[in-house]
């Protein structure tokens, strides 16, 4: 008779047994950053339907790569009542880090007017310093005349990087495929403009 009276309390009110939840909805640009609640991992954004017990929560989104600001590398105190949804977006700020380029052909000329191009679109014209993402892992360098190059890069600290681009007497067709983009949408190109990759040699000093 007395365990039939405590199923039958437990089935009417189960916020006895369980405690009553609210949800976290996680989300960054750029995606894959790490979810850390309460000092464990709870992993990486998009984290949707994120459900936690009522209560103070210490919620942190960590990226490496990107800047340690309001939101991402920085505690943020979230009060959860029953049946709340809490929306988090968090805009990631990309660390730069500074990187000087010299380009040569495979006589060991100088080349200038070169396209420096990162995964994310962002241009730059060398030989000359720039201040690229530390995480940035490819780099595209096209010239009309020159095979195109695409390299791995790591730039998490200064570098100086020279670049060795091979003659082809070709027009590149990077910069053709993106004169051909822009051209659709009636915006004039420059030698900065690209899209392909291709493959060559560096030389790295630190």
Do not use: W
């Not at 709870?42 to 960590?62: F, M, R």
């Not at 590149?172 to 690209?194: F, Y």
Request: overall charge negative; some cysteine; glycine content about 6%.
């Amino acid at each position: 008779m007395t365990k039939m009276i405590v199923i039958i309390f437990f089935c009417v009110f189960p916020g006895f047994l369980y405690p009553e939840n609210g949800c976290l909805n996680i989300t960054s640009d750029p995606d894959g950053a790490e979810v850390i609640i309460n000092g464990e991992k709870a992993g990486e954004t998009p984290l949707l339907q994120h459900c936690l017990e009522e209560g103070k929560h210490v919620v942190s989104v960590i990226s490496p790569c990107h800047e340690k600001n309001f939101g991402h590398n920085v505690n943020r105190v979230i009060h959860i009542e029953s049946g709340d949804s809490h929306d988090i977006y968090i805009k990631l700020v990309p660390i730069y880090q500074r990187a000087t380029f010299n380009v040569e052909d495979e006589k060991g000329n100088p080349l200038d007017n070169v396209a420096l191009i990162t995964a994310t679109g962002e241009r730059s014209i060398i030989p000359g310093t720039v201040n690229l993402p530390i995480c940035e892992n490819e780099l595209v360098f096209a010239k009309n005349g020159y095979e195109d190059i695409s390299l791995p890069i790591d730039i998490s600290k200064p570098v100086t990087i020279t670049v060795t681009m091979t003659r082809n007497n070709k027009m590149s067709p990077t910069l053709i495929a993106m004169q051909d983009k822009l051209r659709k949408s009636q915006v004039s190109v420059k030698e900065g403009d690209t899209v392909k990759v291709a493959r060559s040699v560096i030389a790295v000093e630190e």
